[in-house]
């Protein structure tokens, strides 16, 4: 998966969002798109029989399959669960449930799914109340950016993930080759989603998304959720028992959500399913690589790299240009393990903890990652670790002690503060945006503090005072 870490976990997932210092924003949707072209491949790193997989599905579900609709696109994310396992056996519901899957059905059937289908699922489908509270305990992330780093990149995972990408190097190769995606960057996501596989979530997937659609607070959103994993069942692209992923229904090695899966997941093996919950991790991988490339990866661009700034800087350029390494280069900005960084592309300054901690300057694939989930801190987390798998070495900028993101409060706080100062920022709403950031520049300068824009606890105080 910085600077100011202000995340604030929603239902699907801890989603962060920064501001400050913070990349400029990237589109939180985009036009639904056919799905990628199966590509045949079969993986050395596996001996599972297509055959088989597909008799146990058709022998779970007692009727035959009907391919599923492609849908519209939803940003995979993370959420670790361990409720309701597949395999538990059906239990009785209250009379409100049962009756909401009793209107269900129609809905359901209206968008393809067949009868015996509809029933065979939904028999096995359980309330599960655990997952309303997880749903309503949306606690606001406030780590800084350094924390989050130590352990989304830490060496236990950089050391992992360097003995898996060595493992699936062929299939790695296979899957840059086809979709011109970084393969350190496709694993470093793996390891960032479920530890390379090792924690894909236990909870019953229509379960989860049968309870969040029944308990209305995004019911249209989780109905449309569960009518696709109704669809992949039915097309037998994996059993009922191995339908598990987190609480609020990511799925698979690399956490996709069903509309996701249906757009943008792909068949790399080449025996007819779109198999992400497999021990084997190649269509999971493929269809990572599959979602970046649609999102507009650009090949042979990196991420970005760690710089150094120069003494005098102007810190009005953080956030703002785009400009060729090269122009940067003349600018003072240097890399900073020393190396020489050529121009792969337009890049910008990034101060994810403001002008006292560490810089980088990122590229367009930085927010192409950016797609996979929407927070500076996970694409920093993601590029810098495809990079230690890689064979790179860590982090040398610092990370200023005490720094935190700024509670959602606490950022309504800072704009109120900010506005009755005479420096607007468009509203009191909790989100820094270019306004905000505008603001607190200005304020910055008054004061004589850098104006990096970063919405920091430092500056709070300040305003307080």
Request: glycine share 10%; charged share 20%.
């Given at each position: 998966?910085?600077?100011?870490?202000?995340?604030?976990?929603?239902?699907?997932?801890?989603?962060?969002?920064?501001?400050?210092?913070?990349?400029?924003?990237?589109?939180?949707?985009?036009?639904?798109?056919?799905?990628?072209?199966?590509?045949?491949?079969?993986?050395?790193?596996?001996g599972a029989a297509a055959a088989a997989l597909a008799a146990e599905t058709m022998s779970q579900l007692n009727i035959a399959a009907e391919s599923p609709a492609p849908a519209r696109s939803l940003r995979p994310r993370l959420r670790p669960a361990t409720l309701g396992s597949s395999t538990a056996a059906p239990v009785a519901h209250s009379a409100g449930f049962q009756s909401w899957i009793d209107a269900f059905k129609p809905r359901a059937l209206a968008k393809g799914i067949s009868?015996?289908?509809?029933?065979?699922?939904?028999?096995?489908?359980?309330?599960?109340?655990?997952?309303?509270?997880?749903?309503?305990?949306?606690?606001?992330?406030?780590?800084?950016?350094?924390?989050?780093?130590?352990?989304?990149?830490?060496?236990?995972?950089v050391t992992n993930g360097r003995s898996k990408a060595g493992q699936y190097d062929r299939t790695l190769r296979a899957v840059e080759a086809k979709y011109g995606v970084d393969r350190n960057v496709v694993a470093a996501i793996w390891g960032m989603e479920t530890n390379y596989g090792s924690y894909r979530g236990k909870t019953h997937t229509p379960s989860a998304l049968a309870t969040l659609a029944y308990d209305g607070r995004r019911a249209t959103f989780f109905e449309a959720q569960?009518?696709?994993?109704?669809?992949?069942?039915?097309?037998?692209?994996?059993?009922?028992?191995?339908?598990?992923?987190?609480?609020?229904?990511?799925?698979?090695?690399?956490?996709?959500?069903?509309?996701?899966?249906?757009?943008?997941?792909?068949?790399?093996?080449?025996?007819?399913?779109?198999?992400?919950?497999?021990?084997?991790?190649?269509?999971?991988?493929?269809?990572?690589?599959?979602?970046?490339?649609?999102?507009?990866?650009?090949?042979?661009?990196?991420?970005?790299?760690?710089?150094?700034?120069?003494?005098?800087?102007?810190?009005?350029?953080?956030?703002?240009?785009?400009?060729?390494?090269?122009?940067?280069?003349?600018?003072?900005?240097?890399?900073?393990?020393?190396?020489?960084?050529?121009?792969?592309?337009?890049?910008?300054?990034?101060?994810?903890?403001?002008?006292?901690?560490?810089?980088?300057?990122?590229?367009?694939?930085?927010?192409?990652?950016?797609?996979?989930?929407?927070?500076?801190?996970?694409?920093?987390?993601?590029?810098?670790?495809?990079?230690?798998?890689?064979?790179?070495?860590?982090?040398?900028?610092?990370?200023?002690?005490?720094?935190?993101?700024?509670?959602?409060?606490?950022?309504?706080?800072?704009?109120?503060?900010?506005?009755?100062?005479?420096?607007?920022?468009?509203?009191?709403?909790?989100?820094?945006?270019?306004?905000?950031?505008?603001?607190?520049?200005?304020?910055?300068?008054?004061?004589?503090?850098?104006?990096?824009?970063?919405?920091?606890?430092?500056?709070?105080?300040?305003?307080?005072?």
């Amino acid at each position: 998966m910085r600077i100011l870490l202000t995340a604030t976990a929603l239902s699907l997932g801890v989603v962060t969002s920064f501001s400050a210092g913070a990349a400029e924003p990237v589109s939180s949707s985009l036009r639904p798109v056919l799905r990628p072209t199966p590509v045949a491949y079969v993986s050395p790193e596996t001996g599972a029989a297509a055959a088989a997989l597909a008799a146990e599905t058709m022998s779970q579900l007692n009727i035959a399959a009907e391919s599923p609709a492609p849908a519209r696109s939803l940003r995979p994310r993370l959420r670790p669960a361990t409720l309701g396992s597949s395999t538990a056996a059906p239990v009785a519901h209250s009379a409100g449930f049962q009756s909401w899957i009793d209107a269900f059905k129609p809905r359901a059937l209206a968008k393809g799914i067949s009868a015996p289908v509809f029933d065979s699922v939904m028999a096995r489908v359980r309330y599960l109340p655990d997952v309303i509270r997880l749903d309503r305990k949306q606690s606001e992330f406030t780590k800084s950016t350094g924390e989050y780093l130590a352990s989304a990149v830490s060496d236990t995972r950089v050391t992992n993930g360097r003995s898996k990408a060595g493992q699936y190097d062929r299939t790695l190769r296979a899957v840059e080759a086809k979709y011109g995606v970084d393969r350190n960057v496709v694993a470093a996501i793996w390891g960032m989603e479920t530890n390379y596989g090792s924690y894909r979530g236990k909870t019953h997937t229509p379960s989860a998304l049968a309870t969040l659609a029944y308990d209305g607070r995004r019911a249209t959103f989780f109905e449309a959720q569960l009518i696709e994993v109704l669809k992949i069942l039915q097309h037998g692209d994996t059993t009922p028992d191995n339908m598990t992923g987190s609480w609020a229904g990511a799925m698979g090695h690399t956490q996709f959500m069903p509309t996701s899966y249906a757009d943008y997941a792909v068949d790399f093996t080449g025996d007819g399913r779109r198999d992400i919950w497999s021990e084997d991790p190649t269509d999971a991988l493929a269809s990572t690589a599959a979602y970046l490339d649609r999102m507009g990866w650009q090949t042979g661009m990196p991420w970005g790299k760690e710089v150094v700034l120069p003494a005098g800087f102007n810190f009005m350029l953080a956030s703002g240009p785009m400009k060729l390494p090269s122009e940067w280069a003349r600018l003072g900005v240097r890399p900073a393990d020393g190396s020489t960084l050529r121009d792969h592309g337009e890049a910008r300054i990034l101060l994810p903890a403001g002008a006292k901690g560490a810089a980088f300057l990122v590229f367009r694939n930085f927010d192409v990652i950016k797609r996979y989930n929407n927070s500076d801190a996970y694409a920093i987390g993601v590029g810098h670790l495809g990079d230690r798998i890689g064979g790179a070495g860590g982090l040398r900028g610092a990370w200023p002690p005490g720094e935190r993101a700024l509670k959602r409060a606490e950022r309504q706080e800072l704009q109120s503060l900010l506005t009755r100062a005479g420096f607007a920022t468009g509203g009191v709403d909790g989100k820094i945006g270019p306004n905000t950031v505008e603001a607190i520049r200005g304020y910055q300068k008054r004061i004589g503090m850098e104006p990096d824009g970063h919405p920091s606890v430092v500056l709070l105080t300040q305003l307080r005072g």
